[in-house]
Structures are given as structure tokens and as C-alpha cells.
T-cell receptor, first 114, second 114 residues
Framework: ETGVTQTPRHLVMGMTNKKSLKCEQH?????MYWYKQSAKKPLELMFV???????ENNSVPSRFSPECPNSSHLFLHLHTLQPEDSALYLC?????????????FGPGTRLTVT | QQQVKQSPQSLIVQKGGISIINCAYE??????FPWYQQFPGKGPALLIA?????SEKKEGRFTISFNKSAKQFSLHIMDSQPGDSATYFC?????????????FGKGTSLLVTP
């Protein structure tokens, strides 16, 4: 596979469930990102990892827990979510964590919290 | 506080017409301004980007116009085609800040009619 892949593509979970989103990039990039995309709102940066180290946590609630075991994989662990957390969660990667490093986005995971 | 304001929210243009999307920002430290294009079911993809040392950048049918004094920049799509129908996001960032990712506008949904 090429580019940035995300699994699952769709996820429905209850507020008491625990689930994980997975992202994998095949581009040899060093930086990876999680974004939240809600209707009528700007893309919201959640986390930035550069060389597996977290360099940005944009005041995200602790019910979202990222994990970056290596430069190619990124996870977002979810627990006790709220209905307002329903959104499209996008993963992206770039050569570095400099903003001008073009970010390549995956297709996203559409999350619905019931 | 939203750092980048984008308008209009939606736009309908006839095939062959010019599509214009505008963005404004407040932070004068921003020095990198990309535009991303997103098709349904896909993640955003970089379309074109500009730095404030130039007032215009053109790539094919896509042109960014940049007005540093007004803190505004816009995307012009010449000879718009139905295949250009997508959501467009402007963004701004401080490129020298590692780990400081992109501040996105809310997006413009463009529909080009045949």
C-alpha cells in the first residue's frame, strides 16, 4: 500500500467502550498528526509526533490517548467518549514537523459515539 | 479564537467561470499559507502554497493572491471544471516553529455546474 492508510474507516461506539484508531504511513516521513474534522468547524489539530516523540498536545481531553510506537504507525486510543466527539478523525504525515513540510492526509475514520 | 477566517462557506460556479475563495488572518507572524483541497471520502491534499515575500503564485489554473498589508489571501480557480467540485481549506502557520502545525479556515464547499 502507498500513502497514508487509516483503519477502521467507520466506527460506532458507545460512551463506555474502548476502541483504537490506527494510522500507517508508507512515505518514510518523520512526523505524524491527528486531526479532528467536525462539520462547519476548522480542522482541529490534536497531536503531533516527530521522530516518535510527542511535540504538540493541543489541549485534548484525556479520553483521547495517542501512541506512536515508530515513525510509520500512529494510534489514537479512545475511552469514555462523549457524543460531541463524533467526527471524522484524520491522520497525516509529513517529512518533518515544520508546517511547510507538506502534510499527506489519510482518508479518515468516521467516528460516531452513541 | 479562530486564527484564519474563510469565506464564502459555499460557492456555486458555472463551468468555465472563475471561483474565488477568500481568507483573512490576524497573526502577522504567519509566514506560510497553503491551500488544501478535499474530495468526499478523502483526506485533504495540498493544492498550492505561498509565502509572504511574493504577492501572487500561479500553478496551472490555480492562483493564490496575497495582500500582506491587508492580511488577506485568496484562491482563484480559472476556467473552473466540474472536477474541481470539492471543499477548499486555507491555512496559515509560522514555519520556523517546529511542531506548530497549520491553522485551518472552516472550508468552502465549491460546486461547479456543467
Amino acid at each position: 500500500e502507498t500513502g497514508v492508510t487509516q483503519t477502521p474507516r467507520h466506527l460506532v461506539m458507545g460512551m463506555t467502550n474502548k476502541k483504537s484508531l490506527k494510522c500507517e504511513q508508507h512515505l518514510g516521513h518523520n512526523a505524524m498528526y491527528w486531526y479532528k474534522q467536525s462539520a462547519k468547524k476548522p480542522l482541529e489539530l490534536m497531536f503531533v509526533y516527530n521522530f516518535k516523540e510527542q511535540t504538540e498536545n493541543n489541549s485534548v481531553p484525556s479520553r483521547f490517548s495517542p501512541e506512536c510506537p515508530n515513525s510509520s504507525h500512529l494510534f489514537l486510543h479512545l475511552h469514555t467518549l462523549q457524543p460531541e466527539d463524533s467526527a471524522l478523525y484524520l491522520c497525516a504525515s509529513s517529512p518533518s514537523d515544520r508546517p511547510s513540510g507538506e502534510q499527506y492526509f489519510g482518508p479518515g475514520t468516521r467516528l460516531t459515539v452513541t | 479564537q479562530q486564527q484564519v477566517k474563510q469565506s464564502p462557506q459555499s460557492l456555486i460556479v458555472q463551468k468555465g467561470g472563475i471561483s474565488i475563495i477568500n481568507c483573512a488572518y490576524e497573526n502577522t507572524a504567519f509566514d506560510y499559507f497553503p491551500w488544501y483541497q478535499q474530495f468526499p471520502g478523502k483526506g485533504p491534499a495540498l493544492l498550492i502554497a505561498i509565502r509572504p515575500d511574493v504577492s501572487e503564485k500561479k500553478e496551472g489554473r490555480f492562483t493564490i493572491s496575497f495582500n500582506k498589508s491587508a492580511k488577506q489571501f485568496s484562491l482563484h480557480i480559472m476556467d473552473s471544471q466540474p472536477g474541481d467540485s470539492a471543499t477548499y481549506f486555507c491555512a496559515a502557520s509560522i514555519d520556523s516553529n517546529s511542531g506548530y502545525a497549520l491553522n485551518f479556515g472552516k472550508g468552502t464547499s465549491l460546486l461547479v455546474t456543467p
